[in-house]
T-cell receptor, first 113, second 112 residues
């Protein structure tokens, strides 16, 4: 969706290395999210943040870390503690209206060998 | 029990037919319901959202919500091969509009 950028589109890393995925938004949305998607599967929530300097663990937070120092940015670090990091990672945002939907970035495909 | 359940499919329909995709949810506190379409390797894109019981139509798409039965569906009329994708159902709760739950998705194949 327009207004959310994720970089890079494809990322390759060696096993044992930490890697940081970027997510930037210019939608002025308070809430930001990171999801992981494996082939043929739905979206699983890693972390989400409802406001700057605050974030909550999702269902699969182990092996991941985040920060929310600025409203526009919500980077995700995949640490070496994550057992199976190869996946498609999606960043999303949500505005403040009651029935607001989520908006998704284009995604980053991470391959760890 | 998962919060949101979908039949993984694949659901195969001939071109021009009606495709019916179903989603059930477990929490009666669910407030907002969303259908996203996702092509392989791409990010999800919103197709429909619905908040009240009944039907909501937008072009070839109709979303149906039945809160008593905890059931939401998406009908695609005059299905086209370009509709072939995975359809994700998402739900969020009245007590936390910032928390969303996704189903695992239904893969739809529309055969020419």
């Amino acid at each position: 969706d327009g207004g959310i950028t994720q970089s890079p589109k494809y990322l390759f890393r060696k096993e044992g290395q930490n890697v940081t995925l970027s997510c930037e938004q210019n939608l002025n949305h308070d809430a930001m999210y990171w999801y992981r998607q494996d082939p043929g599967q739905g979206l699983r929530l890693i972390y989400y943040s409802q406001i700057v300097n605050d974030f909550q663990k999702g269902d699969i937070a182990e092996g991941y870390s985040v920060s929310r120092e600025k409203k526009e940015s919500f980077p995700l670090t995949v640490t070496s503690a994550q057992k199976n990091p190869t996946a498609f990672y999606l960043c999303a945002t949500r505005g403040n209206r009651t029935y607001e939907r989520q908006y998704f970035g284009p995604g980053t495909r991470l391959t760890v060998t | 029990q998962k919060e949101v359940e979908q039949n993984s499919g694949p659901l195969s329909v001939p071109e021009g037919a009606i495709a019916s995709l179903n989603c059930t949810y477990s929490d009666r506190g669910s407030q907002s319901f969303f259908w996203y379409r996702q092509y392989s390797g791409k990010s999800p894109e919103l197709i429909m959202s619905i908040y009240s019981n009944g039907d909501k139509e937008d072009g070839r798409f109709t979303a149906q919500l039945n809160k008593a039965s905890q059931y939401v569906s998406l009908l695609i009329r005059d299905s086209q091969p370009s509709d072939s994708a995975t359809y994700l159902c998402a739900v969020n709760m009245i007590n936390n509009f910032n928390k969303f739950y996704f189903g695992s998705g239904t893969k739809l194949n529309v055969k020419p």
